[in-house]
């Protein structure tokens, strides 16, 4: 038996369209938009101005707090201007925007793809580095590293996982990231293992993806303390409690961080970008993207500038099916729809998914059959027809009782209700109103 | 391109596992396939009179009520009311006047689901309000049972194995005849192999989860056991008690409808326990020889109360249990 999480779960076509395509690069437009807030946490502040001249790995954008993270130019050229940009959130917000000259990169970066690793570096050393590269979570939360790599006071990390699990129905940037710089990732993880002080790091990968099994089973065994765990397939298994659960079979309690059971997971891109900047120190300016859908012409995994928008990237995939109903930036299940496709690719954009409009819009919600599907599949073990229902009619003390706010959002509930209700939306509503009562009352 | 006026947005997630309201329903009624061919075998052209016509009074009423009542879309369409129809058929005589059928689906339907608000909003298992409604008001045509055609004797009519064993222990069929269901009963509930058929196959699809007719079954078997181990007499038959009446059919599909029965698995197996308890004292002890209905009819009546204090169980509360 496959080990998997232990509670809900469901198990989605994976329709993994661009499996096995080869990294691309894409070419570098003329313009691109480099937004400053890319991470959770406070937006970063410009440290450029109109008309300055800026080489890629250029800080533009310095953190602006503890959590917070850099920002560096992913292009060479000069800043036309500091503007408020629609970004994947729907918002204008505040980006660089860059006209591109050539492609100058600065000197401290090691362009050659020559494997390094050997780290002499302390541990304080290397979460500097990451810090001052802005690397932030690249599976889509966007959380700054260097601030997970630093445990509160009292706490001590005793495993890293290593997120490779790339549940999401469609995606498969990870996966072919893991089959092209497979030494680079596990050099990454030795690093992170050793910023963290643990000896033990789990690499947990799903089973659909048997050929990165074999390859970083292979590699792994040079690589001390680093194991390899296939994994059932089974969605939300990327999600960090689950991954754990599934992995080390401890459970993180309600309303506290993974350290409390002694993991910190750290996903598998942000690992490579780890290890390119400790090693070849090179800021987080490009990263993995999935371009795909069942109607797009070329379905590919592209290595794209942050910065470079969607529309960029999906002319490289063939341009934009005309029966386009639905454009994701993300996977199908947690993936956020978005209005337009000037939209520029940030850090944490894993793929963009283009849904046909026949499969675009929602059915139509019936009543509740109490078929209790919903609390079968939930991962996190909550009642979701009933927190719907509570949000509906605004009974707050019991949405939180019944812990409304342990929802992971993942979207198992709605995908499997037969009465098409809407039970996410009103208990992220819930989930929202109920976080502000708590905050409220601590303060 | 427009693409800004084309585009849908809404929140995630943004595919669908196809499962739907009929998709659910029908896989119930693939189910009772099984069930409805023995009784076909069994009683004969009369099991197909009083389905077809159980399914058309319900689907009928359900679509008059909607219609002119309620004055709402219709929703036979979900296919929740052939199923209601078809479970009332099963639960009824083979040989019941159509008129008084139609009363009992008109209870079951008006009564049962369609005064709460239709489907998901009904408290109590539409089929069996008309059962019931039924059993009171006409118990003389309700309990009187043709002799299988298969069984060749010259009786028109016979008791339930139930009955006989409260008031007639002498005269029972052999276990295999139960199992098979070579006797008499309601449409649908004589053979106990052909429902376990049907509980195979929802399992399998998913439809239901074990956690319903195990503790149903389970503890009448266990209830029955004891007492049989105490004192050894055909009413304290384990066997006897698994495989007939209403047990199977209710068991696993009446005690098992979504909109009646609690929602945690916690929930499900306390109320399948009292089930088979509150069936088995009125089997043993009650005025009447079957108490299935009752007691399902009953649990019903308080799964809001047991979906109050059942939770599911959440992720976090086993702590580094490895």
């Known amino acids: 038996m496959l080990k998997t999480f232990r509670i809900g779960g469901i198990h989605p076509e994976a329709n993994k369209l661009s499996a096995g395509k080869t990294i691309q690069s894409i070419e570098i437009p003329a313009e691109v938009s480099i937004p400053l807030a890319q991470h959770i946490g406070a937006p970063s502040q410009p440290v450029v101005k109109r008309g300055d001249k800026v080489k890629v790995g250029t800080l533009i954008g310095k953190s602006a707090g503890f959590v917070s993270a850099n920002i560096h130019s992913s292009v060479s050229g000069t800043v036309k201007k500091i503007d408020k940009v629609v970004d994947i959130s729907g918002y204008r917000r505040n980006a660089v925007i860059i006209g591109v000259e050539g492609d100058e990169w600065e000197d401290s970066i090691d362009r050659s793809e020559t494997l390094i690793k050997e780290c002499n570096l302390s541990q304080k050393e290397i979460i500097d580095k990451i810090a001052s590269a802005g690397i932030v979570g690249m599976g889509g939360a966007m959380f700054p590293t260097h601030v997970k790599l630093m445990p509160p006071p009292g706490m001590k990390a005793e495993v890293l996982i290593i997120n490779a699990v790339e549940c999401e129905p469609y995606l498969t940037s990870d996966h072919q990231l893991m089959m092209e710089k497979t030494e680079e990732i596990l050099v990454g993880t030795t690093i992170l293992m050793k910023a963290l002080n643990v000896s033990k790091a789990i690499i947990g990968i799903e089973n659909n993806k048997k050929d990165a099994i074999d390859k970083f089973t292979q590699y792994a065994t040079s690589y001390a303390g680093i194991s390899i765990q296939p994994l059932k397939e089974r969605y939300p298994q990327g999600g960090e409690k689950q991954l754990i659960d599934a992995l080390i079979r401890r459970q993180v309690p309600s309303g506290e961080l993974p350290i409390s059971v002694g993991a910190v997971v750290q996903n598998v891109g942000t690992t490579f970008a780890v290890y390119e900047a400790v090693q070849k120190n090179k800021p987080l300016i490009e990263r993995i993207v999935t371009i795909t859908g069942k109607e797009v012409k070329n379905p590919c995994n592209v290595r794209s500038r942050i910065g470079i928008s969607f529309q960029t990237l999906i002319d490289f995939a063939g341009g934009l099916p005309p029966t386009t109903g639905k454009i994701i930036s993300g996977g199908p299940m947690m993936g956020k729809a978005v209005a337009r496709t000037d939209i520029p690719v940030v850090k944490g954009i894993s793929g963009i998914l283009l849904i046909p409009l026949s499969e675009a819009r929602r059915k139509a919600p019936r009543d509740c059959i109490r078929c209790a599907k919903c609390i079968h599949v939930c991962p996190m073990g909550l009642n979701p027809t009933l927190l719907m229902n509570l949000t509906e009619y605004t009974v707050w003390d019991r949405a939180e009782k019944n812990h409304i706010t342990d929802c992971i959002e993942c979207g198992s509930c709605r995908y499997t209700c037969p009465a098409n209700r809407p039970l996410l939306d009103y208990i992220r509503l819930g989930k929202g109103k109920v976080m502000d009562i708590i905050k409220a009352r601590k303060n | ?322």
Request: hydrophobic share 50%.
């Open chain 2, 1 to 322: 391109m427009d693409m800004e006026t084309k585009l849908v947005v809404s929140p995630s997630p943004h595919i669908h596992s196809g499962d739907s309201i009929p998709k659910n329903m029908y896989g119930v009624l693939i189910a009772l396939i099984p069930a409805f061919l023995v009784s076909l075998y069994v009683f004969r052209l009369d099991a197909v009179l009083i389905t077809v016509f159980s399914v058309l009074f319900c689907v009928g009423f359900e679509y008059l009520i909607t219609k002119f009542i309620l004055k709402k879309e219709p929703t036979i369409s979900d296919g929740s009311a052939i199923l209601t129809g078809v479970l009332l058929a099963f639960n009824l005589p083979s040989n019941l006047p159509l008129w008084i059928l139609a009363i009992g689906a008109l209870a079951a339907i008006g009564i049962g689901k369609m005064s709460f608000g239709g489907l998901g909003n009904n408290i109590f298992n539409p089929a069996l309000v008309g059962r019931i409604f039924l059993l009171i008001s006409f118990p003389a045509q309700m309990t009187t049972w043709p002799v299988p055609a298969v069984a060749a004797t010259d009786a028109v009519t016979s008791a339930t194995v139930l009955a006989n064993l409260k008031f007639n222990p002498d005269n029972l069929p052999s276990l295999t005849h139960m199992l098979l269901g070579i006797e008499g009963g309601s449409l649908g509930e004589i053979s106990a192999l052909a429902l376990l058929l049907g509980l195979g196959y929802m399992l399998w699809k998913k439809i239901i989860t074990w956690h319903i007719p195990t503790a149903i079954l389970g503890t009448v078997a266990i209830f029955s056991g004891i007492l049989y181990l105490i004192n050894p007499i055909p009413l304290h038959h384990p066997l006897i008690h698994l495989f007939s009446g209403g047990l199977m059919l209710g068991a696993i599909f009446m005690a098992t409808d979504y909109v009646t029965s609690p929602l945690t698995k916690k929930g499900m197996l306390i109320y399948g326990f009292f089930i088979g308890i509150i069936t088995m004292c009125i089997r043993l002890w009650g005025a009447y020889p079957e108490g299935m209905s009752f007691a399902i009819v009953l649990m019903n009546g308080f799964t809001p109360l047991i979906n109050y204090y059942t939770t599911p169980k959440r992720f976090g509360e086993v702590r580094k249990n490895g």
